[in-house]
């Protein structure tokens, strides 16, 4: 998930899953940056949440739905983990990138991030599909594949409270950082050692994205684990066009002369 940089997700694509706009630095304090997003993120979270629920809400009462995603799951199971890499890749990565360089003027945004930066988002975020369904895996071997409450709650706390401020979103925004200064490895490291990085790069981004995937990812944890890939996917993509969309908004209001918006975008990465 902020002021002019392409989308960064989520956001597990949740949180990384989860931090698919990365931050440029700001002097604000990083809780008012973060709820400047969450903000700017509440109406597209609440959307998404409505409509991931509705989706696991039939399959668990519509004979139809129920038939439609078994396929799903066979499809998926026998993919493995390839169906993750590509198809994070493509939610998260290819559409992203192409609306943001093709949908309207946005010219500032369109010259900042060319094939070489597309290239590279798109497989960091393939790689990001492999990390994500493994972890997905890895939960449901050590809390369980169950769908009740405690087992939803905890895997929710691992995901959002442990997984994304540890690893997912500092990797997303480093990694956004790291192409949105042209893969310029030594002014990344130089930024990383400035005092107060993860204050100023990663605590916004996971302040922003708190109100959409606690939700979401919930969500996502009803479902049993083949079907969680998707559904994931699923939100992702709406979301990284949603913000995309912002960006592209925001640089378009600027171009022309007029105030940028108030708020930052931010995006989660698992």
């Known amino acids: 998930m902020q002021s002019s940089r392409i989308a960064s997700p989520a956001a597990n694509p949740s949180c990384d899953d989860r931090a698919f706009m990365a931050s440029s630095a700001s002097a604000a304090a990083p809780w008012q940056s973060g709820l400047r997003g969450a903000?700017?993120?509440?109406?597209?979270?609440?959307?998404?949440?409505?409509a991931a629920l509705a989706l696991v809400v039939g399959y668990y009462r519509e004979a139809p739905i129920q038939a439609a995603l078994a396929k799903l799951v066979e499809f998926r199971i026998r993919a493995g983990f390839a169906f993750g890499i590509v198809s994070t890749g493509l939610v998260a990565g290819?559409?992203?990138?192409?609306?943001?360089?093709?949908?309207?003027?946005?010219?500032?945004?369109?010259?900042?991030?060319?094939?070489?930066?597309?290239?590279?988002?798109?497989?960091?975020?393939?790689?990001?599909?492999?990390?994500?369904?493994?972890?997905y895996r890895l939960q449901a071997h050590v809390v369980g594949p169950g769908h009740d409450a405690a087992t939803i709650a905890i895997k929710v706390f691992l995901d959002q409270f442990v997984y994304c401020p540890v690893f997912a979103v500092p990797v997303t925004a480093a990694v956004y950082e790291l192409v949105d200064t042209g893969y310029d490895g030594?002014?990344?490291?130089?930024?990383?050692?400035?005092?107060?990085?993860?204050?100023?790069?990663?605590?916004?981004i996971l302040i922003s994205n708190l109100g959409v995937w606690i939700p979401a990812v919930?969500?996502?944890?009803?479902?049993?684990?083949?079907?969680?890939?998707?559904?994931?996917?699923?939100?992702?993509?709406?979301?990284?066009?949603i913000v995309a969309h912002q960006t592209k908004a925001e640089a378009d209001r600027r171009d022309g002369g007029a105030k940028p918006a108030a708020a930052g975008v931010e995006i989660r990465t698992g």
């Open 39 to 50: 903000r700017a993120n509440l109406v597209p979270g609440l959307i998404l949440q409505a």
């Open 94 to 135: 290819v559409l992203p990138f192409l609306y943001l360089r093709y949908a309207g003027p946005a010219a500032a945004v369109g010259r900042r991030y060319g094939w070489t930066q597309g290239l590279g988002l798109t497989a960091f975020w393939a790689y990001k599909g492999f990390e994500v369904d493994v972890w």
């Open 186 to 204: 030594s002014a990344l490291a130089s930024d990383i050692r400035t005092p107060r990085w993860y204050r100023r790069r990663v605590l916004p």
């Open 218 to 241: 919930a969500i996502i944890y009803a479902l049993p684990t083949p079907l969680q890939l998707p559904l994931q996917n699923i939100v992702l993509c709406f979301y990284t066009l």
